[in-house]
């Protein structure tokens, strides 16, 4: 197990080594979603909460129930059982409380039952021995690193409406231009703290 406090892990995942600028994941609803600040606030603060809980959950799972029974081989299933659960319970809560949130997020509110970057911090805690604070710290911060890297994407697409793009760069080439500047704009976090 790592001795690295809960803290630090959280303040690098949402850094150094935020989930969705230095590994990728999630990808597809980040793209999709980061038109408008306020959808991309709604999203990712969903997808903050559904990450917090189920690494949480997951981690509860694995190390309480699938290590006893010697069903570990079944974490992959029982893990994306959990997050599609748990999605349908916030996506219930968002319909009855924020019914212009529910319809602005569209079909992409369902979608964060498959959205990889959620997965992958469930994983990431097991792989790399997290305790169970660490997990809460780790999956928090996996989520406000989501959080930031869209609102950051949303806020940069609504500026750019009003800026003269060269017609092959509109839309998605654009965004994965910005993406890319993005991570590397990350990356100089990188002499901060790093986690393994």
Not at 59 to 81: D, G, N
């Amino acid at each position: 197990m790592s001795d690295t406090s809960a803290i630090v892990i959280l303040i690098a995942a949402i850094f150094t080594n935020n989930i969705l600028l230095s590994n990728f994941l999630g990808m597809c609803s980040f793209i999709a979603c980061s038109s408008q600040v306020g959808t991309a606030l709604g999203l990712g603060t969903a997808v903050t909460f559904v990450m917090t809980m189920t690494t949480m959950i997951n981690y509860s799972v694995y190390y309480f129930l699938l290590v006893p029974l010697k069903l570990v081989h079944l974490q992959f299933i029982v893990f994306i059982a959990v997050i599609a659960a748990f999605v349908q319970l916030v996506e219930m809560i968002v319909e009855r409380f924020s019914p212009k949130l529910y319809f602005s997020l569209g079909i992409f509110l369902p979608l964060i039952t498959v959205n990889c970057a959620i997965l992958g911090a469930s994983l990431f805690a097991i792989i790399r021995n997290y305790t169970f604070i660490q997990t809460i710290g780790f999956g928090f911060g996996a989520g406000l690193g989501w959080l930031v890297a869209i609102v950051l994407m949303a806020g940069l697409q609504q500026k750019m409406r009003y800026s003269d793009i060269p017609q092959p760069f509109k839309g998605v080439s654009v965004a994965m231009i910005i993406t890319c500047v993005m991570a590397m704009a990350f990356m100089g976090f990188a002499g901060m703290v790093t986690i393994q």
